[in-house]
């Protein structure tokens, strides 16, 4: 008779391995577990199932999953996590549909992975189909699950059914906000964000980097040049957040695409991560349609000689 005692201990284990996504560990504790007999006890290949998962070893977590007789839904749940974390987003969705298919009782934490598949595989028509399962099932007013479609629809280019989630939502969160911001960007429909961001502070809602790649985007594409500084000034002054490489490269493609390459320039001299490809494309860019040769000369010449600083130290 196996001892109750060693395969809570062992389940222990196995949860702290897959908080510390320690897979060197994961393969001492599971050798263990077979030559004591215990690997074949459902509750630990569960447990198993879901380390490898953490571990990002998807093919020995469906292997131990293959050979669990009983499984169960958080089971299913995490190797959905696991999948689209990876981006294997058509492994995800057909697993989805073996869950529906075997009857297992659906949960919250069913569809938002799920729903993040099919945001990355435009499949709005089954995006709806799963809307409706998510009704059905009574999770329609799931804070996580109204996210999901938010960014579903807005990721597949229904606009109209993204605002329709958002606006059913009782208590927005930073994640509703930025998924329909996202969304308006990411189809040029530039005309809501300033609004949606607005909104989000009066609420109280403090915004994060994502918020603000998505204003200061609008006003590069929008030629909002003193809207953009301003909301770039921002982020220090009133929300103490120190700008990300991307949200230098978006004043930079902002004051680039209003002929302020000079000023381009200057902000990149000053700022305090290392440029990469990308700034730097949008700076020479920029230079290339204002005329600025002179400026493009100074920068590669600035980029050539930091490069051979690099290679010397």
């Known amino acids: 008779m196996r001892n109750i005692g060693d395969i809570r201990r062992y389940a222990s284990l196995l949860d702290a391995c897959t908080a510390k996504k320690d897979l060197n560990t994961l393969k001492k504790i599971h050798a263990i577990l077979i030559t004591l007999s215990l690997s074949t ?5 569960a447990k198993l199932v879901s380390s490898y998962a953490s571990a990002s070893q998807i093919s020995e977590a469906f292997f131990i ?30 697993l989805f549909r073996h869950l529906i298919l075997s009857h297992k009782p659906l949960t919250p934490q069913t569809f938002p992975p799920v729903l993040k598949s099919i945001s990355s ?6 995006g709806r189909q799963v809307h409706s399962v998510i009704s059905m099932n009574g999770f329609s007013t799931n804070l996580g699950n109204c996210n999901a479609l938010v960014t579903m629809y807005a990721k597949c280019g229904d ?4 605002r329709k989630v958002f606006d059913r939502i009782p208590e927005r969160d930073l994640v509703s906000f930025t998924a329909r911001m996202c969304g ?10 300033f609004e949606l961001f607005e909104s989000m502070v009066k609420e109280g809602i403090r915004p994060d980097e994502m918020a603000f790649t998505s204003v200061l ?15 770039f000034e921002m982020m220090e002054r009133k929300f103490r957040m120190r700008p990300s490489l991307e949200h230098f490269t978006c004043m930079v493609d902002m004051l ?17 991560v290392e440029p990469d490809e990308a700034l730097w494309g949008a700076l020479l860019g920029a230079c290339k349609k204002h005329g600025k040769v002179d400026v493009a000369e100074r920068i590669a010449e600035k980029v050539y000689a930091r490069r051979l600083n690099f290679v010397a130290n």
């Not at 006890?41 to 290949?45: E, I, T």
């Open 256 to 272: 680039g695409r209003a002929g302020r390459v000079e000023d381009a320039e200057e902000i990149i001299w000053g700022m305090d």
């Open 121 to 126: 595989l435009s499949a709005l028509r089954l």
């Open 184 to 193: 308006y960007c990411m189809h040029g429909e530039f005309s809501q964000v």
């Open 217 to 231: 985007t609008t006003c590069s594409h929008e030629g909002l040049v003193e809207k953009g500084k301003g909301y």
């Open 41 to 45: 006890h459902d509750f630990l290949r």
């Open 159 to 162: 606009l109209v059914s993204s």
């Open 65 to 94: 999953f293959s050979l669990t007789n009983r499984k169960p839904t958080f089971l299913y749940n995490t190797l959905l996590r696991s999948l689209s974390s990876l981006s294997l987003f058509p492994q995800s969705l057909s």
